[in-house]
């Protein structure tokens, strides 16, 4: 069998599409969004199982799910076309890309991060979403006082997460609020357990407080929400 080739483009080539790709995101972004107030965002939404039924039980809420696999938007939106909801769209991008095309005047005053891919090898831990240049972007783009939904089954990305909310100067783990809305996705259907924390954005005067403060040593398990076998 012949072994697949990568093919290089020259930089000015890469360079050029990824602003063409933003540009066009910006353009959507305007075009489909109100052009000022709060949208909830659910980031690697996949098929659209959690955002779908969350956006019927939330009406009054613009609902938004972003992927980076086109497969997964389109059966997300095949599913929104079978449903009357108009406060819900999927759209093909990448999250820092998203956050970063969004109009000014919007804020998320909700994200979800369900199942995330965990990356597991070390080499790979870059790649994992939830690192402290993210966790400022999202604070930057948040409502005051947002909550940042956080799911997975991967034990050591769980810490990995828990770890960089508790270090990051605008986000507290907040382990008295409970989960906004229950609905399994695609990867929680075949998880055997899983860990979930709420982070809640802090305003600006106490997260100084926090940067300044010695990092939490409450156990992990007191800031576990569910874990959960099914
Ligand atoms: C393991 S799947 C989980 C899908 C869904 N949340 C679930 O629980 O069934 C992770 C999804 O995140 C998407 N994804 C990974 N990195 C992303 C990023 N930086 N921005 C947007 N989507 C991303 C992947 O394409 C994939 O569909």
Redesign the pocket.
Known sequence: MLKKQRIQLPPEEVLQKTTLRRDLLKTICSELLPKEGAITL??????G??LTEYAKAHPDSTCIG????NG?IERADRKKDRSPEKNLHFLK??????LLALPKQIQIEAY???????WPKRRHHK?R?LDSDFLSLAAQKSSPTSPFYF?TDHCDYFEWGRKAFEAHPDWAIAPELNWAFEQT?????KAESYQSLIAIKVDPAKSKEKSGKELSKEPSHRLILQNNRH
């Open positions: 659910e980031i690697g939404c996949g098929h199982h959690f972003i992927d980076l696999l997964r991008a990448e999250a820092t890309e998203f979800f991060l369900l199942f995330p891919d965990p790649n979403l799911r996705t695609v990867f929680q259907e």
